[in-house]
């Protein structure tokens, strides 16, 4: 057995191992990605405090797609909402202790989205109204973070009688993240903008928000096959990788794509999948080809197909490892950037689609598909063509990892 196969299996062992051992995701490729939620406080008033809200998403590789985030808390009081700017909470609550002007929010535990892309510019703040929509640190920084303003009545009116709220949920719109209690910290400071003056937050509080790929699926939502031009053998996603498919083709858990009920965009659920039938039952397929060996140069094209009715992927990513990658060439067909702030690994890379040209991994069916190619340069000290070597260790989409075929499975490339 290869080195190769050894260590997948032996990643397969700790993975599967650590799946029925522990829910606490620890992530090799980032180990510091976190989310964090910012309050702060910029102005007492007479019954309470205005406050910003800013959830900044520290991961390298993990953004939150449409429809965005939502975000909830528990009140520690009494407190009211009196009025937001670049959010809005989606329920009023019940206001009728109120007379004459009535609080925007009187919920216990209120839920807050973002506005919508073409909000008036005076209900706006800087960094709102993208749809709940955050980058990923590596995609692209300076989206990657979101911010709204709300104005809270009946709260504490100094940095002593002030009650933080507690039991922070963010949905990023379905579950996958944790998040701890707020802590006090050292007020932010603002750096105006032309730099010649420093002003600070009356107070400032910060939860902590980590991801668990188990807490987000069941199952794994994405597979892997592989292929090469010299072998007519595929190793294609395993059976049951993210489910398994029932007798009846029709059923409720898949659609046949030959079916006249293919469901039309009305109908739209984005938490649950509604995927083509296949064997493997995911959401998307990412196949992996072996195009072209040359002597200094081979080639790759990857096809990254989704199943998923209920999806269009905006701003889809993958996160691929593959020991070629510190000796990476080129790509075409999307963007690309080595992993490198990481000092765990240098043989990862993020690719991500280039703007209004395949950003969009559209629903499943016709125009369900994206294709792109890398180009290694050979590094004749690692090169070989045994067994695996020229195929991924591992593949993430949308920062959650694939399901790969078995070692034994690969085809032969000499
Ligand atoms: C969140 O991630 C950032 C960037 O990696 C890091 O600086 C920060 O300390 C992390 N926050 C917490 C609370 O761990
Ligand atoms: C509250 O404000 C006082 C000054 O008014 C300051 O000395 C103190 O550190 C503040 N406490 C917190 C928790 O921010
Ligand atoms: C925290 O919030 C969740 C969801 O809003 C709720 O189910 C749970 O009961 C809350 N826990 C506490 C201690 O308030
Ligand atoms: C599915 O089909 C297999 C063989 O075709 C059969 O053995 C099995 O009982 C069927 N299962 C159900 C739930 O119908
Ligand atoms: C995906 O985008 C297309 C074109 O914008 C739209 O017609 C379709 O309804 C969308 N599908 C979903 C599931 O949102
Ligand atoms: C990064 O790549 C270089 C060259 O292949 C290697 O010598 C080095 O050990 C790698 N660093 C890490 C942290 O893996
Ligand atoms: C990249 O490939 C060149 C040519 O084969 C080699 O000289 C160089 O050491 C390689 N770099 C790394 C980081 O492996
Ligand atoms: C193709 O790959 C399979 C599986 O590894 C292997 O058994 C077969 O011999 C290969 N065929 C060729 C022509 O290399």
């Known amino acids: 057995?290869?080195?190769?196969?050894?260590?997948t299996l032996l990643l397969l062992i700790v993975l599967c191992c650590t799946?029925?051992?522990?829910?606490?995701?620890?992530?090799?490729?980032?180990?510091?990605?976190?989310?964090?939620?910012?309050?702060?406080?910029?102005?007492?008033?007479?019954?309470?405090?205005?406050?910003?809200?800013?959830?900044?998403?520290?991961?390298?590789?993990?953004?939150?797609?449409?429809?965005?985030?939502?975000?909830?808390?528990?009140?520690a009081e009494h407190e009211v909402i009196w009025n937001m700017v670049g959010g809005l909470t989606t329920e009023q609550g019940d206001c009728s202790r109120f007379q004459g002007e009535i609080p925007f929010s009187c919920q216990k535990s209120p839920t807050v989205v973002d506005l919508l892309p073409g909000t008036p510019y005076n209900q706006q703040i800087a960094n709102?109204?993208?749809?709940?929509?955050?980058?990923?640190?590596?995609?692209?920084?300076?989206?990657?973070?979101?911010?709204?303003?709300?104005?809270?009545?009946s709260a504490g009116t100094t940095n002593k009688t002030v009650k933080i709220p507690k039991n922070i949920t963010l949905n990023t719109p379905g579950p996958g993240y944790t998040c701890g209690p707020a802590k006090i910290v050292r007020p932010t400071r603002f750096l105006s903008a032309d730099k010649r003056r420093v002003t600070q937050a009356l107070m400032t509080w910060n939860i902590k928000c980590t991801y668990s790929p188990f807490l987000a699926h069941k199952a794994p939502t994405c597979c892997v096959s592989l292929s090469?031009?010299?072998?007519?053998?595929?190793?294609?996603?395993?059976?049951?990788?993210?489910?398994?498919?029932?007798?009846?083709?029709?059923?409720r858990g898949c659609v046949d794509p030959k079916s006249p009920h293919v469901p039309g965009p009305g109908q739209k659920n984005i938490i649950t999948p509604l995927v083509q039938c296949t064997s493997h039952m995911c959401p998307v397929k990412i196949q992996w080809h072996l195009k072209l060996n040359y002597k200094h140069y081979w080639r790759v094209k990857i096809t990254i197909t989704n199943l998923n009715y209920h999806m269009n992927?905006?701003?889809?990513?993958?996160?691929?490892?593959?020991?070629n990658f510190d000796n990476f060439t080129q790509v075409v067909g999307s963007k690309y950037k080595a992993l490198t702030s990481l000092s765990t690994t240098n043989d990862t890379a993020m690719l991500w689609g280039i703007k209004h040209y395949n950003d969009v991994l559209m629903q499943a069916g016709r125009y369900g598909k994206v294709h792109l190619e890398l180009l290694f340069r050979k590094d004749k000290a690692t090169f070989t063509s045994k067994k695996g070597w020229a195929f991924p260790q591992r593949i993430y989409f949308n920062g959650d990892s694939c399901v790969m075929p078995p070692p034994d499975a690969y085809p032969l490339v000499a």
């Open 313 to 323: 992927y905006t701003h889809w990513n993958l996160v691929v490892q593959h020991p």
């Open 128 to 153: 709102c109204c993208k749809g709940g929509v955050i980058s990923s640190r590596m995609q692209d920084p300076s989206n990657a973070a979101s911010s709204f303003q709300l104005s809270v009545g």
């Open 19 to 75: 799946s029925f051992t522990s829910t606490e995701a620890y992530d090799a490729l980032d180990p510091n990605g976190n989310i964090t939620i910012k309050w702060d406080v910029m102005a007492w008033t007479p019954d309470g405090y205005v406050a910003v809200v800013t959830i900044y998403n520290y991961q390298q590789y993990r953004h939150i797609e449409a429809p965005g985030w939502s975000l909830g808390w528990t009140w």
């Open 1 to 7: 057995m290869s080195f190769l196969s050894k260590s």
């Open 228 to 251: 090469s031009f010299n072998n007519k053998t595929i190793a294609p996603c395993p059976t049951c990788s993210c489910g398994c498919r029932r007798n009846n083709t029709v059923s």
